[in-house]
């Protein structure tokens, strides 16, 4: 008994000693995975504040806090399991709708793309050619690779060899250890040139050899090598920028920096501006009836009518097909899916063939039947563009509809309209009073749902007739523009230079507009809900 037990509590110690090394082996390892993500984060964060972007090395910061916390306490045990995705979540969807959401109050448009660290460096690079600037004799050379280099002579008699983007060396302690006071024939593989090639050259003519203050060019149309010097020099103290060539001071106005006379820096850095973007969106344009006035109203009729249309149309082919006379249903309902079936991008190119003024189907048979007398400008009339826009939508959207009321339909019990014959209801009381309102319960929440999406439907509208026709020459908005392909204009596609602070203004009403969509969506989903109850 007692060699039993010895061997017994033997062995539980040797499985404590066990379970207690591989307890401190696991944290040593956690330990030493958390120190390597935490001095990666450190010196990305440090990178991100360098540069100036502050919202993203926050957001790194909390990231990497959140996951120390997690893996060091064993209390927050569980959340060590999810935390990757909680990560991707902070980083790829909340820090990307939080810098929108910035993004909307600030000036961020082309010229103004950079923070300010990384505009001043980009100035600060920028040289020029003093009168007094030393000059240099030269002589270039090229090997078969096309790689070239300059013998330089210095005005005190110093010769240097000079690459493009390298620091310029002493010919005795370059690779080449020469010491002569005459260029030689060759230089390693490099051989000389003439001036001919030389000036022919474009690595050589008007090219900068050296780097830094130390940093020679070669004018384009030959002439001695002359030293280059910093164009401009930011003053920090007094947050101006000095150009060394003219003496002029620029004073930083909304992230632009601007000389006394007006004159303006390129590239400058964006800044928050407030609510001008906003006061621009709902200021004069809006309430005057402007472009976006035009293009704001248009936008809820476009989403309004590919919703009535497509849903009647659908409902009574739903109907049709529903109805116990009809054969061959199965095969009329499969041709009816085929718009469906077919990608928009697709079936959106074909209608705008089928419109075209010159070779279209639809207008050929136009003025065929007409004698000529019939022609519909589709692309030059805003009522033209916006009926074919509503059209196409028609077709797109109609097969959406007939699946959700023909499954709607089919859920409606065959003895309620029994019921309702025997009480004298005919076919269209029963419709009006029966199955429109226990359709509604199903289908009305995706009616909004299509609302919604119509409501961004950026396929249709872009790929018709890219907003077209335009409203004014002033204005990238178009008569078929909705909110999302006039932010697509404004943002990338304008032709005046992108204006994302703007575009994200946009887009932050659009989100609005949406949330509003979707809180009525809930409230009348309750309120056929009721409905249903009472029919």
Not at 163 to 173: D, I, S, T, V, Y
Not at 233 to 257: A, S
């Given at each position: ?6 061997t ?27 120190a ?8 990305f964060v ?13 957001t ?37 709708t ?5 993004i909307?109050?600030t000036n961020?448009a082309?010229?103004?793309l950079?923070t ?30 096309g ?22 060396l ?8 020469i ?9 390693g ?11 022919t ?6 090219g ?27 003053q ?24 006394p006379?007006?004159?303006?820096i390129?590239p ?20 005057a009836g ?6 704001f109203?248009w ?19 739903a ?6 006379l ?5 095969i009329l ?5 085929i ?14 063939g ?6 279209g ?9 007409s ?5 519909i ?10 009926t074919?826009i ?18 709607a ?13 025997v ?10 009073n ?16 299509s ?9 249709v ?10 409203i004014?020459?002033?204005s ?7 909110l ?16 994302y602070g ?5 887009t ?28």
């Amino acid at each position: 008994m007692d060699t039993t037990q010895n061997t017994t509590a033997g062995a539980n110690n040797s499985l404590a000693d066990s379970n207690s090394s591989s307890s401190v082996g696991g944290v040593a390892a956690r330990l030493g995975a958390l120190a390597l993500v935490d001095a990666f984060a450190i010196w990305f964060v440090y990178s991100l504040v360098r540069d100036g972007n502050f919202f993203l090395a926050l957001t790194i910061a909390v990231v990497t806090i959140g996951i120390n916390i997690f893996f060091s306490s064993e209390r927050m045990y569980p959340y060590r399991w999810f935390s990757p995705g909680l990560a991707l979540m902070v980083i790829l969807v909340l820090y990307p709708t939080a810098f929108t959401l910035y993004i909307s109050f600030t000036n961020y448009a082309d010229g103004n793309l950079l923070t300010k660290p990384q505009a001043l460096d980009v100035l600060e690079g920028r040289t020029y050619t003093a009168e007094d600037a030393p000059s240099y004799d030269w002589t270039a050379y090229s090997n078969e690779a096309g790689d070239v280099l300059l013998w330089l002579e210095g005005p005190e008699g110093e010769t240097l060899i000079g690459r493009p983007g390298q620091p310029l060396l002493a010919a005795a302690e370059s690779e080449f250890a020469i010491e002569a006071d005459e260029p030689p024939d060759a230089l390693g593989d490099f051989q000389q040139v003439s001036s001919f090639q030389a000036i022919t050259n474009p690595q050589i003519a008007g090219g900068t050899f050296g780097e830094g203050d130390t940093a020679v060019q070669i004018p384009s149309s030959g002439g001695d090598a002359r030293a280059l010097q910093p164009k401009y020099d930011f003053q920090p103290d007094e947050n101006v920028l000095v150009d060394n060539e003219t003496g002029t001071v620029y004073e930083p106005v909304r992230g632009t920096f601007v000389g006394p006379e007006g004159d303006q820096i390129r590239p400058g850095f964006y800044v928050p501006i407030g609510f001008d973007n906003f006061q621009r969106l709902f200021g004069s344009d809006l309430l005057a009836g402007g472009p976006f006035y035009q293009v704001f109203v248009w936008t809820f009729l476009h989403a309004f009518l590919a919703v009535f249309f497509t849903f009647w149309l659908g409902l009574f082919m739903a109907i049709v097909l529903n109805h116990e006379l009809v054969p061959a249903k199965k095969i009329l309902r499969s041709a009816l899916l085929i718009p469906y079936a077919i990608p928009a991008f697709i079936s959106v190119l074909v209608w705008r063939g089928l419109l075209d003024p010159n070779f279209g189907v639809v207008d050929n048979f136009l003025e065929m039947i007409s004698f000529g007398f019939l022609e519909i400008p589709w692309r030059s009339s805003a009522t033209a563009a916006r009926t074919a826009i509503v059209m196409i939508q028609l077709w797109l959207g109609f097969p959406y509809m007939l699946l959700i009321c023909t499954g709607a339909l089919q859920g409606i019990p065959e003895d309620m309209y029994e019921a309702a014959e025997v009480d004298g209801a005919g076919p269209f009381r029963q419709f009006w009073n029966l199955t429109l309102p226990l359709l509604l319960v199903a289908v009305g929440p995706l009616l909004i749902a299509s609302f919604a999406f119509n409501f961004n439907n950026f396929t249709v509208i872009q790929l018709y007739l890219d907003g077209g026709p335009p409203i004014n020459t002033t204005s990238v908005a178009g008569f078929t523009d909705i909110l999302i392909t006039y932010t697509y204009e404004v943002a990338f596609s304008s032709g005046r230079g992108a204006d994302y602070g703007f575009a994200t203004a946009i887009t932050i009403v659009i989100f609005v507009l949406l949330t509003i969509v979707t809180l009525l969506q809930f409230q009348l989903t309750r309120r056929l809900e009721e409905i249903s109850e009472n029919v």
